[in-house]
């Protein structure tokens, strides 16, 4: 059986999309950078892609925001307001869903949080150039609440960066005037069916992410 040119894995693994935007983001960033996972599916990668630099890391946590019949409609990033898509207008019958899906969200945030990094706050980024690095993006949700929370913190810049993501991802970022290092722009909405070589098991995904935070904190 052969494989399909089209669906051939994009990378090799995780570490080696995050050496490879690293390698991306040295020309776009005043180094030493600040390299931020966005849980869970960017955590493997922003590792790795601050061990390529030697720049320091660590993780936001964040939720989608999901409403029953409708699905994802946004996403929550630690304790800034949920980032809701702008194509949503509830109906007034739907607000009390709506606020009940945002709660659940942030209680999510809370209990990953504790497993991601415990009691300890986001290292200070006051100043400092900072990467926000996702996985595999079909929805721009959960890095634009990322971009949203740790706007606060007065960083001197910020990037987003995806190994790949669908066009309608790249534009939606686009239109907020953000910077987006993607090496792979793929016009398909359901994005790349399997962009590495190794396993995809979102299960396995989450713990390796909630141990390499920990280990890396």
């Known amino acids: 059986m052969t494989t399909n040119p089209a669906h051939a894995p994009l990378y090799q693994s995780r570490a080696a999309a995050g050496a490879d935007l690293a390698r991306l983001l040295a020309g776009r960033l005043t180094l030493p950078a600040v390299m931020i996972g966005v849980t869970p599916r960017g955590v493997e990668i922003a ?3 601050s061990t390529t ?3 320091p890391f660590d993780v936001i ?3 989608f925001v999901r409403v029953t019949g409708l699905g994802i409609i946004g996403a ?3 304790d800034a307001d949920a980032e809701l898509d702008p194509t949503f207008q509830p109906r007034f019958g739907l607000m009390t869903a709506l606020t009940e899906a945002i709660e659940k969200a942030r209680r999510a945030v809370k209990t990953e949080r504790l497993l991601y990094r415990g ?3 986001i290292r200070p980024l006051g100043g400092q150039h900072v ?3 996702e996985g595999p993006l079909t929805s721009p949700w959960k890095i634009l609440a990322a971009e949203r929370a740790v706007r606060p913190l007065a960083p001197e810049g910020v990037i987003l960066a995806a190994p790949v993501c669908t ?3 790249w534009d939606r970022i686009q239109a907020r005037r953000l910077v987006l290092i993607c090496p792979h722009v793929l016009p398909d909405t359901e994005g790349h069916p399997r962009p590495f070589a190794e396993q995809d098991d979102p299960s396995a995904e989450r713990l390796r992410s909630i141990v390499v935070a920990r280990d890396a904190a």
């Open 61 to 63: 946590v964040t939720s």
């Open 76 to 78: 929550v990033a630690e």
């Open 53 to 55: 630099l030697g720049s």
């Open 47 to 49: 590792y790795n892609a």
């Open 119 to 121: 009691h300890r706050p």
């Open 131 to 133: 990467a926000l690095l």
């Open 167 to 169: 066009q309608a991802v």
